[in-house]
């Protein structure tokens, strides 16, 4: 007997640990962009579905996005379309939009959809195209000042989140492809997945919005310290952003645009970590960086 009370007492001492947040974050909204290792890892994978399931059950409403980069690429391949980057983009053509649309909503998707299913009747996938969710024109990148054509590649213009809300008030999760309606043209457009998660937090008013990636967080002073930024505020932030790689503008610009724009908190945390979702949201020691609205400065996390 005396055994068992020993292995339980840590458990009660984490459930404890996580109560005022569970507390806080309670009955609000979640947006995490699923991405990076996390993708493609088995293991990654179940743990993040568990994550998202466990949010769902502790009163949390959580909202999933994802991409499919590294997909998209090999899928390419196979159909012999040869994948062009241009200004850090996927040039992509109305052949390439029909492989990205089949891999996003008929592969990533689907996956993602059945794993978190393995838990219960919760999740429900969609696109930005479903319901008018995500509305876009044609982004056209400046390159040497120019304006450049790179195909169906999407600026979000707008977000209906009609449908998204009526999953969540039916306590499903709803799963969403990056992929957007054209406003005018009836195309059907590629969008950023960090960009779309960032406009979804704003406009359903979350709570946070995570962004899974595969460094631990913004770093302090890259590549000679490997120190990560713990907490930065918007303005903060938007200085540091002509200075960070390619990689990261998409994500941070995301982060920006979220607490900007409503959302409390923006995070983007080590996907490369099992169960980071869970460590960053309930513990005393967040993971990664947390990026907050200016005048939250002076408060207490």
Not at 15 to 29: C, F, M, Q, Y
Request: hydrophobic share 45%; glycine share 10%.
């Amino acid at each position: 007997m005396s055994t068992r009370k020993h292995t339980a007492l840590p458990k009660a001492q984490i459930l404890i640990e996580a109560l005022p947040w569970l507390t806080r974050h309670n009955g609000r909204v979640v947006v995490v962009k699923f991405g990076g290792n996390a993708m493609v890892d088995e293991e990654l994978k179940a743990a993040f579905a568990q994550d998202v399931v466990f949010l769902r059950q502790a009163g949390l409403k959580p909202v999933v996005v994802h991409g499919g980069g590294p997909q998209i690429s090999s899928a390419l391949d196979r159909h012999g379309i040869v994948s062009e980057f241009k200004a850090g983009l996927r040039v992509t053509t109305d052949e390439a939009m029909d492989v990205v649309r089949m891999v996003l909503a008929g592969q990533v998707q689907r996956e993602l959809v059945g794993l978190l299913n393995q838990h219960g009747p919760l999740a429900v996938g969609l696109t930005g195209e479903d319901a008018h969710t995500i509305s876009a024109v044609r982004h056209r990148p400046l390159i040497e000042g120019e304006p450049v054509d790179i195909g169906r590649v999407g600026e979000i213009t707008a977000i209906d989140t009609g449908a998204i809300e009526a999953l969540l008030a039916d306590g499903r999760i709803p799963v969403i492809s990056s992929i957007a309606r054209g406003q005018d043209d009836g195309h059907v457009y590629n969008v950023n997945a960090d960009t779309a998660a960032a406009a979804l937090a704003a406009a359903l008013g979350a709570e946070t919005l995570m962004v899974l990636t595969d460094v631990e967080g913004l770093y302090e002073d890259w590549p000679h310290s490997d120190e990560v930024i713990s907490r930065l505020t918007a303005s903060q932030l938007e200085r540091l952003l002509p200075e960070l790689s390619s990689g990261m503008v998409p994500k941070m610009e995301g982060c920006l645009h979220a607490v900007r724009n409503g959302v409390t908190t923006a995070r983007v945390i080590d996907g490369r970590v099992q169960h980071s979702i869970l460590l960053e949201i309930f513990t005393d020691e967040g993971i990664g960086t947390m990026v907050v609205p200016d005048e939250q400065q002076g408060e207490a996390e």
